[in-house]
């Protein structure tokens, strides 16, 4: 038995979808029990009576396996990595201390973390405290062991469910104001003295980021149904791309109550519910959508003040609002440093030197719509009790709550559905026309602040004053398939476009990504030879084929069989290694993928380089070919390839060497060669990795958690894998057992039922409660 002292809750109160409970702060309540039965590779399946107990559960759990990790995450979104680390460290995502803390204080205000909790429902409330409680209570008993040695030190403590909120607003405005966490801490006058220096490196970090976005956070999902698939009923592959770090490394678990939940899946840190997954009758999952989330407004300023602008016609003051957080000294002391955040009735100012200036004549305000988006956390719990796909559609449709991301799903019956119901500001083409300058083209919306008919429409149906009800959005109901890669909804079934939208909801007649291209023609080509099934879903993920090649790579080797001249000798072993390599990117495939990657990289920053160029009206097929007959596309290959065998030979590569040797993932001191590459390429396996200093790369985000999930008469089948496994802590046993089944391609069947839970050879079960007299706490059996 292990002492442990009492643990404070949360008492049941209201119904699920009901009323806001402003008067149920963070309170204590009734002793929580939760059964937490591993399987192959640990993965927690975790039952209990009530959601008290299973957010216990799945804390206690949680911290089992990433105990250090969310304690960091803890410290960020709680803007003290300053007070604890010094402000000039960097964050996981390499964001400078002082800039996070500035940021997330802001963000984080007491006002803003108590509206947001008293507009959960009581079932939210209980899971959230329950699991602050659970993973507080595992704290407790590992201090009486040792701290893990990543974790040591007082900014080490105990969480709140105020923690977990801040956390869950940290995830909101990933796809909004939290890419501009530089711009918005640097925000100074002109004029004014800088209370933050404009570290150019900063900014160029946050562009680098920002570009980054979707790659870190992208995504593939097939959904096929009756039409295509070998049974009959529905098929999900859903196959997400997140960081393989940090904050929104996701977390393998199966979550149980008797009669109400069972539903197995993939979750963020600090979330007691389960984000993709499946259950007894549907499989869903999630793609980084291209919808815009929030607008930038450019204020035209008072000419006497920049700190006033005019809308209207009338000067109103910016909002000032002090921002104070703790600065660990140079000789250990903790001071206060202070700085104002600006903000119109737009938003918060955000200044980009180069981008979006603030000076005497125009400032630029941030409005994210997931600022206000206080239904995310009931909007995936609705999901995870969905029993139907119309349940789940409907759960979409009336809370809004999905922030940045599509939908995809299955259902036993055989139906797809494809919905880009996410929260987007409700901005017509007509709007967009009157209140915005063409010139600046799409990619970011700046709208007209000086000039209030340019706010966003409110529209009474939807859930939040702002955005686009439900019923505005893209959603596709199909019993072949639909698909999605990270572009607009226009093609997740080309024969059935969506178009016609607001472009801040999705553009059609743009060219498709790669990956997109590569899934339909895989599709079509599949149809050709019958039903669908389990493999083929798999296939297109750990086959590694590198489609980029199929459209380039004959114009590469026509190109080296024809007279190098003077370059001949320099350029010889690099079209050798592309000549004899197999178009992939598995762990043995040559060097050849390494210059294809830096030639192509090279090259697609022009638009000229292609043969056939793009056609919206054959938006699968173009573009592609390289017109290497045209003298400036042969200089420019000719200098990439040069440029890629300089870069092969800093590298130390060898023509023996293979894409194994070279990417791999790191776990403590030992690493494992990890398959797959950039999206970019066409690769639908789609890894990211970074330079290391001995020449290898290590993968920081891409692949994370994979399923296959078909159904028949008896409920879910599921395989799939974590490939960076599910824990963060190198000592674990379980930090790198997926991984190297990840890089041996090696699926896993998915325990769901009982009878599998039970019959696993690995099978363990514990039996952690919260208890009042504070004597034994975790028994094991």
């Known amino acids: ?110 006002a803003a973390v108590k509206a947001f909790w008293d507009a959960q429902p009581a079932q939210v ?113 859903a196959n997400p791309h997140f960081p393989w770090v940090g904050g929104m490394r996701f977390y393998q678990m199966h979550l149980t109550i008797p009669g109400k939940l069972d539903v197995m899946g993939a979750a963020l840190p600090g979330l007691p519910m389960i984000n993709i997954g499946f259950n007894q009758h549907l499989a869903w999952t999630h793609t980084v959508d291209s919808s815009k989330h929030f607008t930038l407004y450019r204020l035209q300023l008072d000419p006497k003040d920049p700190t006033r602008y005019l809308l209207d016609g009338k000067s109103l003051p910016l909002n000032k609002q002090t921002v104070t957080v703790q600065v660990k000294q140079a000789d250990g002391q903790v001071v206060p440093v202070s700085r104002d955040v600006y903000s119109s009735q ?95 083209g799409l990619q970011m919306i700046v709208l007209d602040g000086s000039n209030s008919a340019c706010a966003w429409d409110i529209d009474p149906q939807a859930a939040q004053k702002g955005i686009y009800a439900a019923s505005q959005l893209p959603q596709l109901l199909r019993k072949d398939f639909v698909q999605h890669s990270n572009d607009s909804a226009w093609l997740a079934n080309p024969a059935q476009p969506l178009t016609g939208f607001s472009p801040l909801i ?12 590569f899934a339909l023609e895989r599709l079509s080509a599949l149809g050709k030879e019958g039903p669908l099934a389990v493999k083929d879903l798999q296939q297109m993920v750990m086959d590694d084929n590198v489609y980029l090649a199929t459209q380039v790579l004959p114009d590469l080797l026509k190109f080296c069989a024809a007279d190098l001249g003077a ?27 390494v210059h294809f990657q830096n030639i192509m990289q090279a090259l697609q920053a022009s638009p000229d380089v292609w043969r056939v160029p793009f056609d919206p009206k054959d938006p699968q097929h173009t573009p592609r070919g390289l017109a290497i007959e045209q003298p400036a596309v042969s200089k ?38 990890i398959h797959g590459g950039p999206g970019t390429l066409g690769i639908y396996n789609a890894i990211q990795s970074v330079p290391r200093e001995d020449g290898k790369l290590e993968v920081v985000s891409g692949t994370s958690y994979l399923q296959v999930v078909t159904f028949d008469d008896k409920g879910p089948h599921a395989q799939g894998l974590l490939a960076f496994s599910l824990s963060s802590d190198p000592e674990s046993k379980y930090s ?41 706490g975790v028994a094991a059996q």
């Open 506 to 517: 999705s553009q059609d007649g743009q060219p498709l990504g790669l990956r997109s291209r």
């Open 346 to 440: 737009f938003g918060p100012i955000v200044q980009w030197p180069g981008k979006l200036d603030w000076d005497h004549q125009y400032a630029y305000s941030l409005r994210d719509a997931n600022l206000d988006n206080d239904r995310v956390l009931t909007q995936w719990y609705a999901m995870n009790q969905a029993s139907s796909l119309k349940a789940l559609q409907d759960s979409v449709h009336k809370l809004q709550g999905i922030p940045w991301v599509n939908t995809l799903a299955v259902d036993d019956k055989g139906q797809t559905l494809y919905m880009n119901l996410s929260v987007v500001p409700n901005v017509s083409a007509d709007k967009l026309a009157k209140c915005s300058d063409p010139r600046i």
């Open 636 to 673: 420019a290959l000719r200098e990439a390839l040069l440029a890629s065998a300089a870069t092969a030979q800093k590298m130390g590569l060898k023509p023996e060497t293979r894409w194994g040797d070279i990417q791999v993932a790191s776990s403590g001191a030992q690493q494992t060669a």
């Open 125 to 237: 409330h209980d899971l959230v405290e329950g699991y602050a409680a659970g993973y507080n209570r595992y704290l407790a008993e590992r201090r009486q062991q040792g701290l893990p040695q990543q974790c040591q030190g007082e900014w080490v403590r105990d969480i709140s469910a105020e923690d977990l909120v801040k956390l869950t607003r940290r995830l909101l405005v990933e796809g909004g104001v939290g890419q501009f966490a530089e711009a918005l801490a640097g925000a100074t006058p002109p004029q004014a003295t800088a209370q933050l220096g404009s570290d150019a490196r900063a900014y160029q970090l946050a562009d680098a980021r920002l570009q980054r976005f979707a790659l870190d956070r992208g995504s593939n999902a097939v959904a096929v149904g009756s039409e295509r698939s070998f049974n009959g009923r529905g098929m999900l592959l």
């Open 567 to 593: 370059d001949a000798a320099a350029l010889k072993p690099v079209c050798a290694s592309l000549k004899g390599w197999d178009g992939r990117a598995n762990l043995d495939s040559g060097i050849g993928l």
């Open 1 to 110: 038995m292990i002492i442990s002292r009492q643990l404070t809750g949360l008492a049941l109160a209201g119904a699920f979808l009901g009323l806001s409970l402003s008067a149920h702060a963070f309170s204590p309540a009734a002793q929580a029990s939760a059964d937490i039965r591993r399987t192959s590779f640990g993965v927690p399946h975790i039952r209990a009576e009530n959601e008290r107990g299973l957010g216990f559960g799945i804390g206690y759990a949680y911290a089992q396996d990433n105990l250090c990790l969310l304690a960091n995450e803890i410290v960020t979104v709680n803007g003290q990595r300053s007070r604890y680390f010094g402000p000039e460290q960097f964050t996981v995502e390499q964001r400078e201390n002082r800039v996070s803390d500035l940021f997330f204080t802001w963000l984080n205000t007491s």
């Open 736 to 776: 790198r057992d997926q991984t190297e089944a990840f890089s041996k391609k090696q699926w896993s069947v998915l325990p769901f039922t009982e009878q599998q839970i039970a019959a696993d050879p690995q099978y363990q079960v514990q039996t952690v409660r919260e208890v009042a007299d504070k004597t034994a």
